[in-house]
């Protein structure tokens, strides 16, 4: 690890998270997990004249899954203290989902998750370019009342959109309480509890998460009132399903968030489970025109669903219309105001 450059791409992200000096910027890890991030977070948070510390907590128990929500805080509340005391968190971690995270943001502290491999981090940068666009795609999906996914390969759903409202990360934060995610950039979010109708075809190339697989065979999923009812295809169906079926939990065959990728950087084929390990999927949710459905909880956008189940899965070429005007054509951007200079 160059570690010179490191803190080069560290720097950068602090400044666009409004990093100054005199702020309180803690960086929290887990056990002997990204050491080098805090060393790195470290130096530049000091080239900003921050007040910036380590945060080091035990390694969490090995368990046989990954239980999402549930982390070392819950019985820490001395150190939830000192992460609600300080302006940013810079988590190392992965709070996300955890009640400790909701309450940190609820003392104002603006969290920033950075836990992918840092080639992702330095190819993913945070721009100005990449939060203004976003931010205006966020306009755009907030004031639509309906979205309609199609594609080539039979995808026709509709999501009414009258209940949630719609969460953006262009990777940075700078504002107090609020949370991002490094590397990131899309925007998301949620049909109504009924109102999710039709067909969804995952394609030969469509990614599915947390597996971090490709699809090579067509996946079928029939969807009535905001239910999945039928999911057929080949081999990555059965998976599906298997995976699916292991939660006893019917909650997860809910429709979960619903959106589109706005990363230009991000790329649809870097998705190499070999090349960087450690990445959970971020550049698969992002590239720029990916139509990301999800499968599960909305517990997220504020629904009553919690369920554990949870699948995110990006895909190619879709056409995605809001309110009946384009916003994606065949896994292109076409709003002007969405595009990329
Ligand atoms: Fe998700």
């Not at 309480?177 to 039709?198: I, K, L, M, Y």
Request: include cysteine; hydrophobic fraction near 40%.
């Amino acid at each position: 690890m160059d570690h010179a450059s490191f803190t080069e791409i560290c720097l950068h992200q602090l400044k666009m998270s409004g990093v100054h000096d005199g702020e309180t910027v803690v960086v929290l890890t887990q056990g002997d997990e990204r050491r080098e991030y805090a060393d790195a977070f470290l130096a530049a948070g000091r080239r900003l004249g921050a007040n910036i510390y380590h945060l080091r907590i035990p390694a969490a128990p090995i368990t046989g899954g990954w239980a999402v929500g549930q982390t070392m805080l819950g019985s820490m509340p001395e150190v939830v203290d000192a992460l609600k005391a300080a302006d940013m968190l810079i988590d190392c971690v992965f709070l996300l989902f955890s009640p400790e995270q909701i309450a940190i943001q609820a003392a104002g502290t603006r969290i920033l998750t950075a836990i992918e491999p840092p080639e992702l981090l330095a190819r993913m940068l945070p721009s100005k370019e990449l939060r203004e666009n976003v931010e205006c795609a966020g306009e755009l999906l907030a004031g639509a009342k309906h979205m309609r996914i199609t594609s080539p390969h039979g995808t026709d759903v509709s999501y009414t959109l009258n209940t949630f409202p719609t969460l953006r990360e262009y990777g940075s934060t700078d504002e107090p309480g609020r949370w991002d995610h490094w590397p990131s950039g899309f925007v998301f979010t949620g049909g109504d509890d009924d109102g999710v109708n039709g067909q969804i075809v995952v394609a030969p190339g469509d990614i599915l998460l947390p597996q971090g697989i490709y699809v090579r065979e067509p996946i079928i999923y029939t969807i009535e009132k905001g239910w999945i009812t039928d999911i057929r295809g080949g081999l990555e169906a059965d998976l599906v399903n298997s995976y699916m079926s292991s939660f006893n939990d019917e909650r997860g065959f809910g429709m979960s968030h619903v959106g589109w990728g706005m990363n230009p950087n991000a790329k649809w084929h870097g998705m190499e489970p070999g090349l960087f390990p450690g990445g959970m999927g971020m550049e698969a949710r992002s590239y720029l025109g990916n139509v990301m459905f999800s499968t599960g909880p909305n517990n997220e956008l504020g629904g009553s669903n919690d369920t554990s189940c949870h699948l995110d899965i990006p895909m190619r070429g879709c056409s995605l219309f809001l309110d009946d005007e384009a916003v994606v054509l065949d896994g292109e951007i076409v709003v002007k105001e969405l595009q990329f200079t």
